[in-house]
């Protein structure tokens, strides 16, 4: 969607998510647990570099400003309080609840697009899914299957909603909330480029359905390349699948349940694609190994994610 000049409702919606950011600073939001600050020795954890990437994205942070993986050091400190002075907020180098809520709201978005990606056979993989998403995640959007040479194959349904620690009880379960931020365990699907291969079924096809399953397995860009880090021996997020499900009392075309950070598409999609991909396109259903690291195959696939709007945020 493009921005219009003027939007009188955008104006509102300023203020009102402004209003939101400054009520919800009592407490950490998650994926935050405790506060941050400089230690001898240093803190250290997963916490620290979601931090440090999000302040890496802040024009008001001193540059360079290169995160130090999982190490709250003297640089990082100082990038607090870079931060907390663009904000308006005391300056003592602490993140708290306030710079928690400020940095999520303001530098979630990664600002990543696939504008110029080469061809999938160009960056040396045989297929490609790309997806469009909205800042909500209940909306389900059309993603495409691409070949090696980014010819389209496929346009599917797909949603990329994570789980809802505010939604009903109970599974599957259903929400129109935005879902959990991309940097929880299992909040939304996580934006950027990344590594996709092909794996055969989960064990469990009522969660999973009874087909061969979509790994992410490494991020490139955007968010999934530090959420997604597979040089860390327990990176932020593993296990991101596109998989669908036999959830009981659901049939197409009704919206599908949230995930646990996954994407669900439909079952004949799914079904299509995986035939699609290894009759035709030489693709290979690698044994599903249920996400142990290190990942011992070669990735045949891409995907890329991205927030539609996301580059026209603050």
């Given at each position: 969607?493009?921005?219009?000049?003027?939007?009188?409702?955008?104006?509102?919606?300023?203020?009102?998510?402004?209003?939101?950011?400054?009520?919800?600073?009592?407490?950490?939001?998650?994926?935050?647990?405790?506060?941050?600050?400089?230690?001898?020795?240093?803190?250290?954890?997963?916490?620290?570099?979601?931090?440090?990437?999000?302040?890496?994205?802040?024009p008001a942070v001193s540059k360079p400003f290169?995160?130090?993986?999982?190490?709250?050091?003297?640089?990082?400190?100082?990038?607090?309080?870079?931060?907390?002075?663009?904000?308006?907020i005391t300056v003592d180098g602490i993140m708290?609840?306030?710079?928690?809520?400020?940095?999520?709201?303001?530098?979630?978005?990664?600002?990543?697009?696939?504008?110029?990606?080469?061809?999938?056979?160009?960056?040396?993989?045989?297929?490609?899914?790309?997806?469009?998403?909205?800042?909500?995640?209940?909306?389900?959007?059309?993603?495409?299957?691409?070949?090696?040479?980014?010819?389209?194959?496929?346009?599917?349904?797909?949603?990329?909603?994570?789980?809802?620690?505010?939604?009903?009880?109970?599974?599957?379960?259903?929400?129109?909330?935005?879902?959990?931020?991309?940097?929880?365990?299992?909040?939304?699907?996580?934006?950027?480029?990344?590594?996709?291969?092909?794996n055969t079924p989960e064990d469990d096809p009522?969660?999973?359905?009874?087909?061969?399953?979509?790994?992410?397995?490494?991020?490139?860009?955007?968010?999934?390349?530090?959420?997604?880090?597979?040089?860390?021996?327990?990176?932020?997020?593993?296990?991101?699948?596109?998989?669908?499900?036999?959830?009981?009392?659901?049939?197409?075309?009704?919206?599908?349940?949230?995930?646990?950070?996954?994407?669900?598409?439909?079952?004949?999609?799914?079904?299509?694609?995986?035939?699609?991909?290894?009759?035709?396109?030489?693709?290979?259903?690698?044994?599903?190994?249920?996400?142990?690291?290190?990942?011992?195959?070669?990735?045949?696939?891409?995907?890329?994610?991205?927030?539609?709007?996301?580059?026209?945020?603050?």
């Open positions: 969607s493009v921005r219009s000049r003027y939007n009188p409702m955008e104006k509102h919606a300023v203020l009102l998510f402004s209003l939101l950011v400054v009520v919800s600073t009592t407490q950490l939001p998650p994926p935050f647990t405790r506060n941050l600050y400089l230690t001898n020795p240093p803190m250290t954890g997963k916490d620290v570099i979601i931090l440090q990437n999000l302040l890496a994205r802040s290169t995160p130090t993986f999982e190490t709250f050091d003297a640089t990082t400190s100082e990038a607090v309080k870079d931060f907390e002075r663009s904000v308006n708290g609840p306030e710079v928690a809520n400020h940095a999520l709201a303001l530098f979630t978005c990664d600002h990543w697009t696939p504008e110029g990606l080469p061809t999938p056979k160009e960056m040396g993989y045989k297929y490609a899914v790309h997806i469009p998403v909205y800042r909500n995640r209940s909306h389900q959007v059309q993603a495409k299957l691409l070949s090696a040479t980014g010819d389209l194959l496929h346009t599917f349904t797909a949603r990329l909603h994570g789980f809802d620690r505010y939604g009903p009880n109970g599974w599957p379960h259903y929400s129109d909330t935005i879902g959990e931020n991309q940097f929880c365990g299992f909040g939304n699907t996580p934006t950027g480029l990344g590594e996709l291969d092909l009522k969660a999973f359905g009874p087909y061969d399953i979509h790994r992410i397995v490494r991020g490139l860009e955007g968010n999934l390349k530090f959420v997604c880090n597979i040089t860390s021996n327990d990176p932020i997020r593993n296990g991101i699948l596109i998989h669908t499900g036999e959830w009981p009392g659901w049939k197409p075309p009704a919206a599908m349940p949230n995930s646990e950070g996954c994407i669900h598409i439909h079952p004949t999609d799914l079904k299509y694609m995986d035939q699609l991909l290894t009759t035709h396109y030489g693709v290979v259903a690698h044994k599903n190994l249920g996400g142990k690291l290190p990942y011992p195959y070669k990735s045949q696939g891409v995907i890329a994610i991205w927030e539609v709007g996301c580059k026209l945020n603050p």
